[in-house]
């Protein structure tokens, strides 16, 4: 979607509110991500040269829409656009927010600004993961309720998520995917000292040289959250569950609990 096109669909909206119009249209995918204040962030990230093209959507859910797009020297990126008027949305999250010096100062009954503090937030923990040398999308650049990325796929397809790929490989493939999800937990909780908080085989992407990804970074919460042992919990029993029940691998709970109990007890955050 080029920037002349993003006008006429901002003109056209703002022309259709300002009549009151509410046509079915209004309540399809499009119309309930690109709302008249996320038009204008789009145009601005490709007036400030963040973005120079978008594409179509590459990944649909609740709460969000991925679209591959192309930046200025033509590379490709992930544009997750967060809606902002999904209440569910809102009330799921708390439990995320709840303790979270980071959201202090968000209005918590205005529902937009949740929103666009979210996606700052994911924002905010793609780059301190970055960081610290998790595998995770580059992050570019985040403005309102949109956040841009690094896209982890090419011109034709996302590479897949583990839940998707895993039938396709053989034992041994499993078991080293395995071990690459383990080392990206330890090195989420060690070296960047978060909490995914929603670490399975739904958010690992496998590339096609048998590398991983870990994606939706959002509600990653840091060590001193109030539920971060009860999040991290979880986290490892999705791990051990996919790949003991899914993958069919013969492996133990303590060895991915041993994988980050040691830096816990350092930090002081386990006795």
Same mark, same amino acid.
């Given at each position: 979607?080029?920037?002349?096109?993003?006008?006429?669909?901002?003109? *056209?909206?703002?022309?259709?509110?300002e009549?009151?119009?509410?046509d *079915?249209?209004?309540?399809? =995918? =499009?119309e309930e991500?690109?709302?008249?204040?996320?038009v204008?962030?789009v145009?601005?990230?490709i007036? #400030?040269?963040?973005l120079?093209k978008?594409?179509?959507?590459?990944?649909?859910?609740?709460?969000?829409?991925v679209?591959?797009?192309?930046?200025?020297?033509n590379?490709?990126?992930?544009?997750?656009?967060?809606?902002?008027?999904?209440?569910e949305?809102?009330?799921?999250?708390y439990?995320?927010?709840?303790?979270?010096? #980071?959201?202090?100062?968000?209005?918590i009954?205005?529902?937009?600004?949740l929103?666009?503090?979210?996606a700052?937030?994911?924002?905010r923990?793609?780059?301190?993961?970055w960081?610290?040398?998790?595998?995770?999308? #580059?992050? =570019?650049?985040?403005l309102?309720?949109v956040?841009v990325?690094?896209?982890?796929?090419?011109?034709?397809?996302r590479?897949?998520?583990?839940?998707?790929?895993?039938? @396709?490989?053989?034992?041994? *493939?499993?078991?080293?995917?395995?071990?690459?999800?383990?080392?990206?937990?330890?090195?989420?909780?060690?070296?960047?000292?978060l909490?995914h908080?929603?670490?399975? @085989?739904?958010?690992?992407?496998v590339?096609?040289?048998?590398?991983?990804? =870990?994606?939706?970074?959002?509600?990653?919460?840091?060590?001193?959250?109030?539920?971060?042992l009860?999040?991290?919990q979880?986290?490892?029993e999705?791990?051990?569950r996919?790949?003991?029940?899914?993958?069919?691998?013969?492996?133990? #709970?303590?060895?991915?609990?041993?994988r980050? *109990?040691?830096?816990?007890?350092?930090?002081?955050?386990?006795?």
């Amino acid at each position: 979607m080029r920037i002349d096109e993003l006008d006429r669909a901002l003109r *056209e909206k703002t022309r259709r509110w300002e009549k009151r119009e509410r046509d *079915e249209d209004q309540f399809k =995918v =499009v119309e309930e991500v690109f709302d008249t204040a996320t038009v204008k962030t789009v145009i601005e990230l490709i007036r #400030r040269r963040v973005l120079k093209k978008l594409n179509g959507v590459v990944s649909a859910g609740k709460e969000s829409r991925v679209y591959l797009a192309y930046g200025p020297s033509n590379e490709l990126l992930a544009v997750k656009i967060y809606l902002t008027s999904t209440a569910e949305f809102r009330k799921s999250i708390y439990k995320y927010i709840i303790g979270d010096p #980071r959201f202090e100062n968000v209005k918590i009954k205005d529902t937009r600004s949740l929103i666009i503090a979210w996606a700052h937030k994911e924002f905010r923990n793609l780059k301190r993961m970055w960081e610290a040398g998790v595998k995770v999308p #580059r992050p =570019v650049a985040c403005l309102n309720n949109v956040l841009v990325m690094e896209f982890l796929g090419d011109s034709d397809s996302r590479h897949p998520l583990l839940v998707e790929a895993y039938k @396709e490989l053989s034992r041994e *493939e499993l078991e080293h995917v395995f071990k690459l999800a383990c080392d990206e937990l330890e090195k989420i909780v060690c070296k960047a000292e978060l909490v995914h908080g929603d670490y399975s @085989e739904y958010n690992i992407v496998v590339k096609p040289d048998l590398d991983i990804a =870990v994606i939706d970074v959002s509600q990653a919460v840091e060590l001193s959250h109030p539920n971060a042992l009860e999040f991290l919990q979880r986290d490892v029993e999705n791990i051990y569950r996919f790949f003991v029940k899914e993958a069919k691998l013969d492996i133990r #709970r303590e060895y991915i609990w041993g994988r980050v *109990e040691p830096c816990l007890r350092e930090k002081g955050i386990l006795y």
